[in-house]
């Protein structure tokens, strides 16, 4: 299957700060990458829908100054939380669409802000 | 939006089947079935899509109801690795794609 990497697997940050969490399709392109946050015993909940070359659609309630995402390439996004706070710690997780239907997800990313 | 799946939480001894449901108050275009372990990222078991084409695993099968905008997994004689939190996805108008609200299943010697 395809392989999805996330970088870095944990990061603990903090508060004020910044941190870029990069998100890469190894053996595909991806036009499309979505990224997830999912808090202890929650589902996943969608956060943007990302595409290539283009601005990024966020959901209802993400702000989008504060989870900035870029797709720069059909290989790489990333998500950079700014100024980040305590009430930002959690599992990040990125997926990068393949097959038009099929997602393949990354590893996750588990960011903690002190 | 966010499909609402059922039960919350079933367990199981081993060989015992199991059916999980998800239901979406949206018009569905396709569902996805995913299992997540703890700490780990969700894993891809099975797509459904409208007009009936399946793709998948083996032992674990799923049905699509369209018109009712439901879908079922089955898992049959279950086995310890089965452990896990399942998700159902679904693709609603708009090419978004949302996450249910999770069934854990724990598989039990």
């Known amino acids: 299957g395809a392989v999805v990497s996330q970088h870095p697997s944990w990061v603990i940050c903090k508060s004020g700060t910044s941190v870029k969490i990069e998100c890469r399709s190894l053996?595909?392109?991806?036009?499309?990458m979505f990224w997830y946050r999912q808090f202890p015993k929650q589902s996943l909940m969608l956060m943007a829908t990302?595409?290539?070359?283009?601005?990024?659609?966020?959901e209802q309630g993400v702000e989008k100054d504060k989870f900035l995402i870029n797709h720069a390439s059909l290989t790489l996004s990333t998500l950079t939380v700014t100024s980040a706070h305590p009430e930002d710690s959690s599992f990040y997780i990125c997926?990068?669409?393949?097959?038009?239907?099929?997602?393949?997800f990354g590893p996750g990313t588990r960011l903690t802000v002190t | 939006q966010q499909p609402v799946q059922s039960p919350q939480a079933v367990i199981l001894r081993e060989g015992e089947d199991a059916v999980i449901n998800c239901s979406s108050s949206?018009?569905?275009?396709?569902v996805h079935w995913y299992r997540q372990k703890h700490g780990e990222a969700p894993v891809f078991l099975m797509i459904?899509?409208?007009?009936?084409e399946q793709k998948g695993h083996e032992k674990i099968s799923a049905s699509f109801n369209e018109k009712k905008q439901q879908s079922s997994l089955y898992l049959t004689a279950s086995q310890l690795s089965y452990s896990g939190t399942y998700f159902c996805?679904?693709?609603?108008?708009?090419?978004?794609?949302?996450f249910g609200t999770g069934t854990s299943l724990t598989v039990i010697p």
């Open positions: 997926s990068a669409l393949w097959d038009y239907y099929e997602q393949y």
């Open positions: 053996d595909f392109q991806a036009t499309t």
């Open positions: 990302s595409n290539e070359g283009s601005k990024a659609t966020y």
């Open positions: 949206k018009a569905l275009y396709s």
């Open positions: 459904l899509l409208k007009g009936g």
């Open positions: 996805g679904t693709v609603q108008l708009g090419n978004q794609f949302y």
